[in-house]
């Protein structure tokens, strides 16, 4: 076989070379079985085409809508993050680099615009693949594209009238000014309150402890206390735990606000998430409420917006009805969505800048009482698309403040400041750098068995679990047995060990099985394999009928049954702010798995007292800015970065996420 595709190449060769890419586990099955497919719709289809629809594939299941065909010729390897998580020692003849070489972009454009498979932005629907311009879509993600765009296209542009007496609102929900450090500064969270009041769409973005929830949850009372009659809102989060997380924190934030009873009341508090929002449809990609049956509402707050992906939020504002406010949370230099799409960051592309209208910052101003003034800003260019005036960034962090080490490690990170960032580390204090060399393989093993000073690690909860356990006469219908187990997962969550791969010795599988022998060989599990008391699972696949989402997680507890006899079961959340739990046996859960260690991606929405990073030895595509700032603020109290081999921090802070997609150009079209 020859390492070059080229024109003459035939269809043979090119399935057969992504047949062993296949079995490196370079492709997933379906980007092998695409490709077949359309060999098969078009016998005479060029391998470079058959190259392209298969690459365009894999890219969607590395987070890309599509296949920017610049790019992948001007780096492949990196482009197409092949080999995956830093393989080594593989022929290069297998390597994008070395198939793609010699191949022009004007060359490989015309084959596909040449293509009966392909079709061009207006043509012909029935075509499986889109060429626009540099970039490839398979035919469903170019369709989620542009319903995404037209819709929030015409959200954009849907001004609101505003209450006579807004400002006398803004007063009474923020009647305090804003002192930091004994100085006056902008209360960005009452500039974004007037600038939602106007308007039918609006992003709010912001890191950890900025006050997003604060921000909406005044809104709301604004919209609802004058509103001519009750508005109808809903709140919802894109997973099960970000759900619980917004549930538990707006509650309290509702009970305190300065409004009326009757309107406190018309603000709900209870958070689902966007499955159950729509209506999932058991075994099918629709929803109960699309565009021919939309959502009843009036208001919808989505948070966590990050980790929304293209299909779903083309669902989510298909079912959402042209009256409805929608309003988006979530924090822009987080990771985007595991699935294709990172639509808040092409959203927010100039949230940092702001690029206000003069007119927009006079208006600001005016109703706020505010000064819109920061470093970063800069004046709206003329002609600037209007999504920048539906934006606002929150710029003060209350939980991060001051000299808060996770606050500067977090900043330096996003800001790209590599040194910096390794200065916080050295620091000591609530962060912390561990290197992992030879006999400092045992100070991870302590770490996760006990922690670092007052930053706890694994061996909390098990330790818990034995301590506090009720006497085993007890009976289970006794309350003692709910706060024992809802004791051990709260001590869980204090610690989380966090990876950025799967795979190898450093990811999430071979720390798994690490961890596990560690904790049973120092006699804090009884087994290390199999169903034990105390693993702790994740759930990898959305179960309806036991009521669990995909990032639930669980503890395998004994507990008695009605007889007395101690049996496993698993201890989950509920979810729903209640604080109740749910008890469900082993033999029901057929898609978990241990989740001593998780990869950052499944961390995203939760918190925990203490969070450790463990970075692999080689850089890999997976190691981002993004990445690393996603896993510091998990972080609550104190964070330990972990690295097998010094420089790979550095390098990882030097790199973005770059998702290929092309929302905003769509947008400003």
């Known amino acids: 076989m020859t390492a070059t595709i080229t024109p003459l190449a035939g269809q043979r060769e090119l399935l057969a070379l992504l047949e062993r890419w296949l079995e490196l586990g370079w492709l997933r099955p379906l980007d092998r079985a695409l490709a077949g497919f359309f060999a098969g719709l078009d016998p005479h289809a060029e391998a470079r085409v058959l190259l392209a629809a298969a690459l365009a594939s894999h890219q969607l299941g590395h987070g890309h809508v599509c296949l920017d065909l610049a790019a992948t010729l001007a780096e492949p390897d990196f482009a197409l993050s092949l080999p995956p998580e830093g393989e080594e020692g593989l022929a290069d003849a297998w390597l994008p680099s070395r198939l793609l070489a010699g191949l022009t972009l004007d060359d490989w454009r015309s084959a596909l615009a040449a293509s009966p498979l392909v079709a061009g932005p207006e043509g012909e629907a029935e075509r499986p693949l889109v060429l626009h311009g540099g970039r490839l879509y398979l035919r469903r993600y170019w369709n989620y594209e542009q319903a995404v765009a037209r819709s929030l296209a015409a959200r954009i542009r849907d001004d609101r009238p505003v209450p006579q007496d ?71 989060a894109p997973t099960g735990k970000a759900a619980a997380r917004l549930t538990e924190s707006i509650g309290a934030q509702v009970a305190s606000l300065p409004v009326d009873e009757a309107v406190r009341r018309r603000i709900p508090t209870e958070v689902g998430t966007l ?45 959402l009805p042209a009256h409805a406010r929608l309003l988006l949370l979530g924090d822009k230099d987080q990771l985007a969505s595991v699935e294709a799409g990172a639509l808040l960051g092409d959203l927010c592309r100039h949230a940092e800048q702001g690029h206000y209208q003069p007119e927009r910052v006079r208006w600001l101003e005016r109703v706020s009482g505010e000064r819109l003034a920061h470093p970063a800003l800069v004046p709206g260019a003329e002609g600037l698309h209007p999504l920048a005036q539906r934006i606002l960034m929150l710029r003060h962090s209350r939980r991060f403040a001051g000299g808060s080490g996770i606050g500067q490690l977090a900043r330096a990170v996003n800001e790209q400041r590599a040194g910096a960032a390794r200065a916080v580390l050295d620091g000591g204090g609530e962060v912390a750098g561990l290197r992992l060399r030879g006999e400092q393989d045992r100070a991870l093993d302590r770490l996760l068995r006990q922690g670092r000073g007052r930053a706890l690690g694994y061996g909390h909860y098990l330790e818990r679990m034995q301590a506090t356990r009720p006497a085993p006469e007890t009976p289970f219908a006794d309350p003692a047995w709910t706060g024992w187990a809802a004791g051990v997962l709260a001590a869980f969550d204090q610690f989380r060990l ?22 049973h060989r120092q006699g804090l599990l009884e087994a290390d394999q199999g169903w034990y008391e105390g693993r702790p699972v994740l759930v990898t696949r959305n179960d309806y009928g036991l009521g669990l989402m995909n990032g639930d997680i669980g503890i395998a507890l004994r507990l008695p049954e009605q007889d007395g006899r101690p049996v496993l079961r698993v201890a989950f959340p509920r979810n729903d702010g209640s604080g109740d739990l749910r008890f469900i046996l082993p033999s029901r859960l057929g898609a978990v798995e241990t989740v001593f260690a998780m990869t950052v991606h499944k961390s995203q929405g939760s918190e925990f007292a203490h969070t450790a990073l463990m970075l692999p030895e080689s850089l890999n595509p997976v190691l981002t800015k993004e990445l690393l700032y996603t896993a510091i603020t998990r972080a609550r109290h104190w964070f330990t970065l972990l690295e097998p081999r010094p420089g790979v921090f550095e390098q990882a802070i030097a790199r973005r996420v770059e998702r290929q997609s092309g929302l905003l150009e769509s947008l400003q079209r």
């Open 498 to 519: 966090l990876c950025a791969v799967r795979r190898g010795p450093w990811g999430v599988e071979g720390l798994n099985l690490r961890i596990a022998a560690l904790l």
């Open 275 to 319: 499955h159950r929002l729509l209506g999932s449809l058991p075994d099918s990609r629709h929803f109960r409420h699309h565009a021919g049956n939309p959502l009843p509402l009036d208001v919808l707050v989505v948070d966590e917006a990050s980790m929304i992906d293209l299909e779903m939020m083309a669902c989510l504002l298909s079912a």
């Open 166 to 236: 807004l400002s006398a609102w803004l007063e009474r929900l923020f009647p305090e000014p804003l002192v930091l450090d004994g100085e006056r500064q902008t209360d960005w969270q009452k500039l974004a309150c007037a600038l939602a009041a106007a308007s039918g769409f609006t992003l709010i973005t912001g890191g950890p402890g900025t006050g997003k929830t604060t921000t909406v949850v005044r809104l709301l009372a604004l919209l609802q206390a004058t509103a001519e009659q009750p508005l109808r809102i809903r709140l919802a």
